[in-house]
């Protein structure tokens, strides 16, 4: 039947008639196989051959579907243009038989799609390459930063409880140490890989690590480590663009090949900061020089930079509801001002001439000249500074071999010796290869032939010129260097055995007003006499409603002159005994919160300066600790407090004159804590315990934990 229809179809002139003659067929086809089949089964299970038993036994559906399958065949042979005539070899149709033409399909929406993806592709390349040439990835680390801190609030917010959240890949089984930890990994990493002034942040972060969690501390310990360099031909780029295209052997005077009556230079840093690396130098008149550059990405970095840090402050200050946003323009004036070399050189002039106005510290404070006319706003040129720094206690301490009589290269500006300028040039000349290594002399002839020698310096010396310096810049000048970590004090011995400190890194500077420094010279002598009602008119001033938690911040150590009974008494008397650890640690924790919101209670009359100038009172407190709590630092920040209300040139003579004999009382009351320092000193040298800070430390850190956090201020250490 099947071979008979399409013998049939090849006969049908139209294409569409053929194709329904052989689908016809195909179907009829297959039904008769069908019930040819059951027959046969039939046939083989009932072991008979009678046709009319077979017949009776097939199903009704199988004779319709014959029938049916009869008339297919029928209406086949049938059809319109079916032939019975003799065979004829199949033939295309001509073009007139088949019909007008389908439309071509077409693909508008993967078109329309792939279109728009070309061009998405296309933006981002553009924008990549732009901001990574053009804006040194500023906008690439802005929009990490903003991921990190998102994800940071936002773990916070759900996991920061007394109870983990029982929520699979969420809740912290581990508790809160394993939120702290992971944390301060994901900010570190972060600060490490942006750089630049992120790295500033994150030091400024671990300089008041002392009062974050362990798991800050032990991360942010690191963010003291040089930065890395950047190449010579890119700290060139800056000099030429800073100096109308002049190459650095004209601007310095200095030849790389070792011409003569010309200075050297090193390529190569000797140290690499965040934001500048420092390179040094010897000009043709025998002068060497500290040449500090800044590094070039920072000029197209620090406006995305200052942009995420703001985008990032204005969400925590809405998601944890803590009033930090109205802080921010201030910092970051103060950011952007720290790396503006011409700000930094006037501020190193403005200090160097305070210093030596001022008889009490004249001769024992050095600060380095700038020398202008090599100088620009990203390239600032000093006297190179040979001596140790704060950190170095061993070398500091160790007896002096350098002679009797004689002091550290360099004190007081003076000239240094000349090295073996032959041998040098005699090197520059053989370097084929144009690189500059070390060639600057170490002259550490002070450390005799076994380099055991030191500067036979005692830490209290150094200690009582640190803490009155910087007791000076903040009652007496109100012009506060805020930046003394130990990489920005070098100590050197003068020809008399004394120490003598230089102070460098004059980029982060703040300037109070006589009013603010006057009302602060007010509030740390109130703090000494436990004058309540002083504590209290001055702070509402300042709009802060937390006095006893602001005056053990500003203290450093508990404040116990409070009305009712003291800061801590205050805040045990709130704690429930019933609570566990971790509940109990949630609990003041939230309390630290709202403490903070007390403290910046009225943002517009906060005094902004306060920031700037806790952080250099923490800075020296820690550098006390460090070398074993030689001076009273309280004592004598609270008589240079004292001092500087009848010394103030601005109060008329009659509230001078008062103001001097109430210094008088002042000093016979502070005699009274000298028994309680030599208490505690006698106490150290016979190893029966530590000294005065350390024994304040010991309060604070009790204090600190009620609030959950593990007080330590090793952060300089190593």
Request: glycine content about 8%.
């Amino acid at each position: 039947m099947l071979r008979q229809s399409i013998l049939a179809a090849s006969h049908c002139p139209d294409a569409s008639a053929a194709g329904i003659t052989i689908l016809s067929a195909t179907a009829a086809t297959r039904s008769l196989i069908r019930t040819h089949m059951y027959v046969s089964r039939l046939r083989s299970a009932s072991g008979t051959t009678s046709t009319s038993t077979i017949h009776n036994r097939i199903p009704q559906r199988f004779y319709a579907s014959s029938r049916s399958s009869r008339k297919a065949w029928s209406h086949a042979t049938t059809a319109p243009g079916f032939s019975t005539g003799p065979f004829e070899p199949l033939t295309p149709p001509s073009p007139s038989k088949l019909g007008a033409p389908y439309p071509a399909r077409s693909y508008t929406r993967t078109r329309r799609w792939s279109r728009r993806l070309l061009i998405f592709a296309s933006l981002v390349g553009v924008t990549y390459l732009t901001d990574k040439y053009v804006y040194a990835s500023g906008l690439a680390r802005s929009l990490r930063t903003f991921g990190v801190g998102l994800v940071v609030a936002a773990d916070y917010k759900l996991n920061f409880r007394p109870k983990p959240l029982p929520i699979p890949w969420i809740g912290i089984p581990e508790g809160i140490p394993e939120l702290h930890r992971r944390n301060a990994e994901r900010l570190f990493d972060l600060l490490r890989h942006n750089g630049g002034l992120y790295l500033k942040i994150g030091q400024a972060i671990a300089m008041q690590s002392a009062v974050l969690p362990p798991e800050f501390q032990a991360m942010f310990s690191r963010m003291f480590d040089d930065a890395p360099q950047d190449s010579w031909e890119e700290v060139e780029q800056v000099i030429r663009e800073d100096f109308g295209g002049r190459t650095v052997e004209d601007v310095f005077g200095i030849s790389f090949s070792g011409a003569e009556g010309r200075g050297v230079m090193e390529r190569t840093a000797r140290a690499s900061a965040s934001v500048a690396q420092v390179h040094w130098a010897r000009l043709p008149d025998g002068r060497e020089v500290a040449i500090k550059i800044q590094k070039p990405e920072i000029e197209r970095q620090i406006g995305w930079d200052l942009w995420a840090f703001k985008a990032v402050t204005w969400v925590y200050t809405w998601w944890f509801d803590l009033p930090l946003y109205s802080l921010v323009p201030f910092i970051s004036e103060r950011l952007r001002l720290e790396t503006d070399f011409e700000n930094e050189a006037k501020n190193s002039e403005i200090m160097r001439q305070l210093v030596e106005n001022e008889p009490s510290l004249r001769g024992r404070v050095y600060i380095p000249p700038v020398y202008p006319e090599l100088s620009s706003k990203r390239v600032l040129t000093t006297e190179w500074i040979e001596g140790i720094r704060l950190w170095d206690k061993d070398a500091m301490t160790r007896p002096w071999l350098g002679g009797y009589g004689n002091g550290s290269a360099g004190v007081h500006g003076a000239q240094l010796d000349p090295p073996d300028m032959a041998a040098i040039r005699s090197a520059l000349g053989k370097n084929t290869q144009g690189n500059t290594y070390m060639i600057k002399p170490e002259r550490t002839e002070w450390k005799g032939r076994r380099g055991k020698g030191g500067l036979g310096l005692s830490t209290k010396d150094v200690m009582t010129t640190m803490v009155d310096l910087f007791s000076a810049q903040i009652f007496k000048w109100g012009v506060v260097h805020c930046d003394p970590h130990p990489g920005n004090v070098f100590i050197r011995r003068l020809p008399n055995g004394r120490a003598e400190l230089v102070l460098i890194d004059h980029g982060l500077y703040v300037y109070m007003s006589d009013k603010f420094r006057h009302e602060y010279g007010e509030f740390w002598k109130a703090l000494m006499t436990f004058d309540n009602n002083k504590i209290k008119e001055i702070t509402n001033e300042w709009g802060i409603k937390a006095v006893d938690l602001f005056a053990s911040a500003t203290l450093l150590r508990p404040y116990e002159g409070g009305d009712d009974g003291g800061f801590q008494t205050k805040l045990m008397k709130h704690l429930d005994g019933n609570k566990t650890a971790s509940e109990r640690s949630y609990e003041m924790q939230a309390r630290m919160k709202q403490g903070i919101r007390d403290v910046l209670a009225d943002e517009d009359k906060w005094p902004k300066e306060l920031i700037f100038i806790g952080r250099n009172m923490r800075i020296v407190q820690g550098n006390n600790q460090y070398l074993g709590s030689p001076v009273n630092r309280i004592k004598m920040m609270g008589t240079w407090a004292s001092r500087s209300l009848f010394q103030d040139p601005n109060l008329p003579i009659g509230q001078r004159l008062m103001n001097y004999w109430h210094h008088f009382l002042f000093k016979c009351v502070l005699a009274l804590t000298d028994v309680a320092f030599y208490f505690f000193r006698v106490r150290q040298l016979l190893h029966r315990g530590g000294g005065m800070e350390d024994e304040l430390e010991a309060r604070m850190r009790d204090v600190a934990k009620e609030f959950g956090v593990e007080l330590q201020h090793n952060v300089f250490e190593g």
